[in-house]
């Protein structure tokens, strides 16, 4: 019998599953305040939904084995698209929701084999009006991205990094790329590869905007002024500017650095707008702590006549960079019952009962102590704050 969980998954102690609860509970709290309303997609859905319209690869998705083609969710953001374009189309706009839950990825490991990949995820989508501006919504993501740090405790200690890119503005630049090279240039940009920018025919000009533009990012006001040099007047970076300009203020308060990245592009390819991701300094590495973006296609093609965008945070990469005696930072009371003889017992769980009765947690011990010393470690071992020792 295997003794080890699947590759990709893991065994949460106790505090661990105390401290994603807590974590959970506080980002709810920040949700609510909001206006954001929870809601629960299911973990199995039909693949033509998971894939997004071949938004997310087919490599993404863990496929079961049924006579549906159904898989299990890699994200949460097309499960809760297609709800609100739905069973939620006649609710009244601008539709403000948010959801926990794990989802499941199939990833490539080092040595070329699939596995499973699970995370434990908190995030909002908000669908508003079509035809509104896109500044407004995606300030409103932004200062609620920025509100749920400073909730759960997350601070300048953490050196937290809002990396902003934009699909639309990328899209524009790479316009200006002949349309055969277009694909390459773009993987090249995102994947920020120099050297497989050098090996496309372009011309020398064009090639020399592309490796500037590969190396362009930075505060944000200086970076638009450059995009909007090599652009001219764009709606889009209009909207950005706009955006910026409300979101730069809790940002600095908050101690959060902002950093305008035109290349930046996440994992999903499900955005046509504003991208985002989080990132803090851990012990060892940076750790991703959130992403998303604005999706409007993807809203489109359920049929929807709204826009959409969204963000999650990896609340397993929270705790393990605030730790668990962060994230679970009370113990609950809890009181150990114990006896001294067997004939005590049915007393024993009276007085359980009783402190039961009255909102107490409280564990029975099996086995008899003959004295209250030996009980109380006892208790101390099991991480009691109280003891009922019937001598």
Same mark, same amino acid.
């Given at each position: 019998?295997a003794?080890?969980?699947?590759?990709?998954t893991?065994?949460?102690?106790?505090?661990?599953v105390?401290?994603?609860?807590w974590? !959970?509970?506080?980002?709810?709290?920040?949700y609510?305040?909001?206006?954001?309303?929870?809601v629960s997609?299911?973990?199995v859905?039909?693949?033509?939904?998971?894939e997004?319209g071949?938004?997310?690869n087919?490599?993404?998705?863990l496929?079961?084995?049924t006579?549906d083609p159904l898989?299990l969710?890699?994200?949460?953001?097309?499960?809760i698209?297609?709800?609100a374009c739905?069973?939620?189309a006649?609710?009244?706009r601008?539709l403000?929701?948010?959801?926990c839950?794990?989802?499941?990825?199939?990833?490539?490991?080092?040595t070329?084999?699939?596995r499973l990949?699970?995370?434990?995820?908190?995030?909002? /989508?908000?669908? @508003?009006l079509?035809d509104?501006?896109?500044?407004?919504?995606?300030?409103?993501?932004?200062?609620?991205?920025? $509100?749920?740090?400073?909730?759960?405790?997350?601070g300048?200690e953490?050196?937290?990094?809002l990396?902003l @890119?934009?699909h639309?503005v990328?899209?524009a630049?790479?316009?200006q790329v002949?349309?055969?090279q277009r694909? $390459?240039?773009?993987?090249a940009?995102v !994947?920020?590869d120099?050297?497989a920018l050098a090996?496309?025919e372009?011309?020398?000009?064009?090639?020399?905007a592309l490796?500037?533009?590969?190396?362009?990012r930075?505060?944000p006001?200086?970076?638009?002024?450059q995009?909007?040099?090599?652009?001219?007047?764009?709606?889009?970076?209009? /909207?950005l500017? #706009?955006?910026?300009k409300?979101v730069a203020?809790?940002?600095?308060?908050?101690?959060?650095e902002?950093?305008l990245?035109p290349t930046f592009?996440?994992? *999903?390819d499900?955005?046509?707008g504003?991208?985002?991701?989080?990132?803090?300094?851990?012990?060892d590495?940076?750790?991703e702590?959130?992403?998303?973006?604005?999706?409007d $296609?993807?809203?489109?093609r *359920?049929?929807?006549?709204?826009s959409g965008l969204? *963000?999650s945070f990896d609340? /397993?990469?929270?705790? !393990?960079?605030?730790g668990t #005696?962060?994230?679970?930072?009370?113990?609950?009371?809890?009181?150990?019952?114990?006896?001294k003889?067997?004939t005590q017992l049915?007393?024993? *769980?009276?007085?359980?009962?009783e402190?039961?009765?009255?909102?107490h947690?409280?564990?029975?011990?099996?086995?008899?102590?003959s004295t209250? $010393?030996?009980a109380?470690?006892?208790?101390?071992?099991?991480g009691?704050?109280?003891?009922?020792?019937?001598g």
């Open positions: 019998m003794l080890q969980p699947a590759a990709g893991r065994d949460l102690n106790p505090r661990e105390v401290g994603n609860r974590l !959970s509970e506080q980002l709810g709290q920040v609510r305040l909001w206006g954001y309303v929870e997609p299911p973990s859905e039909r693949l033509q939904t998971l997004a071949g938004r997310i087919d490599s993404d998705v496929r079961l084995a006579d898989g969710r890699p994200e949460m953001t097309a499960s698209a297609r709800a739905t069973r939620m006649e609710l009244p601008p403000r929701l948010w959801s839950g794990t989802v499941f990825r199939s990833v490539q490991s080092d070329g084999q699939q990949e699970e995370q434990l995820q908190s995030g909002v /989508e908000l669908f @508003g079509a509104g501006n896109h500044s407004v919504a995606d300030a409103e993501l932004l200062r609620l991205l920025l $509100a749920c740090l400073q909730t759960i405790g997350i300048s953490h050196r937290p990094k990396l @890119g934009h639309g990328l899209s630049l790479l316009d002949p349309a055969a694909t $390459a240039v773009r993987q940009l !994947s920020f120099p050297l090996k496309l372009l011309p020398g000009h064009q090639r020399q490796e500037q533009l590969m190396r362009l930075g505060e006001e200086a970076v638009l002024v995009l909007g040099a090599l652009l001219g007047h764009s709606r889009q970076l209009d /909207e500017a #706009e955006c910026l409300v203020p809790a940002a600095a308060e908050a101690q959060v902002l950093q990245d592009q996440p994992h *999903f499900l955005y046509d504003l991208v985002l991701k989080l990132v803090c300094q851990g012990l590495a940076p750790v702590i959130a992403s998303g973006g604005r999706y $296609a993807l809203v489109e *359920f049929g929807g006549d709204a969204g *963000f609340l /397993e990469a929270i705790q !393990s960079l605030l #005696e962060n994230t679970a930072p009370s113990r609950p009371e809890l009181t150990l019952i114990s006896f003889d067997i049915p007393a024993a *769980f009276s007085v359980q009962a402190r039961h009765q009255q909102g947690s409280c564990l029975l011990l099996h086995q008899p102590c209250e $010393a030996e109380r470690a006892q208790a101390d071992a099991r009691c704050t109280g003891l009922i020792w019937l």
